[in-house]
């Protein structure tokens, strides 16, 4: 059978380009020698077209509204998994044996605590600081404390960084919490969940027992699932762009969050509540869906709209759930989740949003889940930097073992000057 290829007609010549064919989806024209035999790049600012990439983690169709994490479907996980299982899963390739999923859950554990010195670092931010701003700073820092896990060329030396960055990251955002409302932080206890001391390091405090309610726990859990990986977006192609110069893996997802902080990005589940609640009322709501269909109005419906999916995203099905049974199960009533609905509602029968193929993301619901178990908006970017670290380090190390990476290096359509002479300032 011969390859498939791609032709490609120009004023200097034919030329033709290998089509390379993934397990499912579209082929990708592999077009690294047109360059060299052409003397042109492509053009495509945001990577619309481009694959950066191979990879064998997550499996987007947008238009199916399907996201498969090595195969299994993200419902699937969600309803069925745990938040370790998946993490382990998407780290190595396959769902754990029992004994393996033990072993896992022990490692992690072991590398809960935080080097001590680490509390100091905290004190010199501002008690007001954005949680995601402390995420930044202190996993940037982790690589001035944990030297024996930043040489990349080293295989134990990455295992061991992927562990305690997975592990860690849970201490570092209840303590960036704490510290923003003044309580003493909280050393990790072993003997709960990953999700369970997350939320006791969270909303315990010294004082006083804290008993993880399993209904939070579950729900907790299941967001950090559905934020657990998402192919090669925004922050995860930052990583792998950070880290395609050698970077320790510290300083990469430190890279990460910095792009997730972004309201396009994962900035967009505080955002979208605090625009639910600007909202308020179930009648405003026409006047901004009109808003958001005005080309001269910069106003976005936040949770609305994804570069790859052109149909509702699986993983905000999962979550409207979710926040429905958390609601109930707390007894809570949040006006909030109605006036969620009905702009879903409306949205979803207008024909700009129709057009447009906007459905809600990941980011509609999860905030109103987020904000019945007490976090602040400003904790929710941080949760979701917590959870995708995961993916994060599961690409990071895809990546530096991929004998066809190399340091990630995009050209550019240059509309600058052409060359000119200096003049003195005298002269100007
Ligand atoms: N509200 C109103 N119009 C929208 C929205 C929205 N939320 N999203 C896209 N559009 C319009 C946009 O104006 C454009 O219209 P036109 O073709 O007339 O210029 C069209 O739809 C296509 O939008 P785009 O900005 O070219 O699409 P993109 O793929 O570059 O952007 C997006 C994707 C997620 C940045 C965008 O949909 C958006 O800003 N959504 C709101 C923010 C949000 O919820 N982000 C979370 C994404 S999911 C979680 C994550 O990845 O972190």
């Known amino acids: 059978m011969t390859a498939k290829t791609v032709k490609l007609t120009t004023e200097g010549g034919d030329f033709s380009y290998p089509l390379m064919e993934g397990s499912v989806g579209p082929d990708v024209i592999d077009i690294r020698k047109l360059y060299g035999e052409t003397d042109k790049f492509t053009y495509d600012p945001g990577f619309t077209s481009t694959a950066s990439c191979q990879s064998a983690i997550t499996y987007i169709d947008g238009d199916q509204g399907i996201l498969l994490h090595r ?32 072993e896992f859950s022990y490692t992690i554990s072991r590398h809960t605590m935080l080097h001590e010195q ?3 670092f905290y004190r010199g931010f501002r008690r007001d600081a954005h949680p995601m701003a402390i995420m930044c700073g ?8 944990y030297h024996d896990s930043t040489d990349i060329t080293d295989p134990q030396q990455r295992l061991i960084a992927s562990h305690r960055l997975i592990a860690k990251m849970p201490t570092i955002a209840a303590m960036a919490f704490k510290y923003s409302i003044g309580q003493p932080f909280l050393y990790p206890q072993n003997n709960l969940s990953y999700t369970g001391n997350f939320l006791r390091m969270t909303f315990g405090v010294p004082a006083e027992p804290y008993e993880v309610n399993p209904i939070i726990e579950k729900a907790m859990d299941r967001i950090f699932i559905l934020h657990a990986d998402h192919e090669q977006n925004a922050s995860t192609s930052t990583v792998r762009l950070a880290g395609s110069s050698g970077a320790n893996p510290f300083a990469c997802i430190a890279a ?3 792009c997730l902080w972004g309201p396009a990005h994962g900035g967009a589940n505080e955002a979208a509540l ?3 609640r600007e909202i308020g009322d179930v009648k405003h709501i026409k006047e901004y869906v009109a808003r958001a269909k005005d080309k001269n109005d910069p106003f976005r419906l936040m949770g609305f709209g994804h570069r790859v999916y052109k149909n509702y995203d699986p993983r905000a099905k999962v979550m409207q759930q979710t926040a429905e049974a958390v609601l109930k199960e707390l007894k809570v009533s949040d006006p909030v989740l109605d006036v969620a609905r009905e702009l879903e509602h409306i949205a979803l029968n207008d024909d700009y949003f129709i057009e447009k193929k906007l459905y809600p993301n990941v980011d ?6 987020l904000n019945a178990i007490g976090f602040p908006t400003e904790m929710f970017t941080a949760l979701f930097a917590l959870a995708r670290t995961v993916g994060w380090v599961a690409q990071w190390n895809e990546m530096i073992s991929d004998p066809e990476q190399k340091i990630g290096r995009p050209r550019q359509l240059y509309v600058g000057a052409t060359q000119r002479d200096y003049v003195a300032v005298s002269k100007r």
């Open 138 to 145: 202190v996993v940037g820092a982790l690589s001035a404390f």
């Open 256 to 258: 990460g969050i910095a």
């Open 71 to 102: 195969g299994y479907p993200i419902d699937q996980l969600a309803e069925q998994s745990n938040f370790m299982e998946v993490a382990y899963l998407l780290l190595h390739g396959d769902l754990p044996k029992k004994k393996e999923l033990e």
């Open 274 to 276: 605090n625009m639910l």
């Open 118 to 120: 680490l509390a100091t």
């Open 364 to 369: 509609f619901y999860s905030g109103i889940i």
